[in-house]
């Protein structure tokens, strides 16, 4: 749900970014905005789903290179424990989306702090959007083969 809301907000935000003259969701079209949300969920837990289970599929076929005893489903089960550190990631995602929207918001309001944010904010906004990206697949690989390395050496 959290991925789903961090991209809505950033395809309206770049939808209208992209072509200002187009109308803008803030305008009032809130329906489609939450049927952008509800679809994008979908659709990321779609996603997710499959690559988890491309990733126990994977590490069973490792696994069972290299001598292994690690079955399929036992891997997925594994996989399924280490979905809970997405969670992070998409609180992350979320606070920068979203925060980067308040301030755009909040900058319309009070000029000053258009002054501050400058013109190149998008341009630093997209930066941090990317860094976190690479961060956050750092983090879920790691966190990843600390579980797959556990679970090979338990079925020695």
Do not use: C
């Not at 069972?64 to 990631?89: C, E, I, N, S």
């Not at 308040?102 to 906004?125: H, K, Q």
């Amino acid at each position: 749900m959290l991925f789903g809301i961090a991209g809505a907000v950033h395809s309206v935000w770049y939808t209208y970014y992209a072509a200002p003259t187009m109308p803008s969701f803030y305008g009032g079209a809130w329906g489609l905005f939450v049927a952008m949300v509800f679809g994008l969920t979908v659709l990321t837990y779609l996603f997710l789903d499959w690559i988890t289970r491309l990733a126990a599929w994977l590490t069973n076929k490792e696994a069972t290179y290299r001598g292994l005893r690690l079955p399929y489903p036992v891997v997925l089960r594994g996989m399924y424990y280490h979905a809970a550190h997405y969670l992070p990631v998409a609180i992350g995602a979320v606070v920068t989306v979203v925060g980067y929207q308040g301030l755009l918001y909040t900058a319309v309001r009070w000029p000053w702090l258009d002054r501050v944010m400058g013109y190149n904010s998008p341009t630093i906004y997209l930066y941090v959007l990317s860094a976190q990206v690479v961060v956050s697949a750092i983090y879920l690989f790691n966190t990843y083969w600390i579980g797959m390395r556990n679970m090979m050496y338990a079925n020695r």
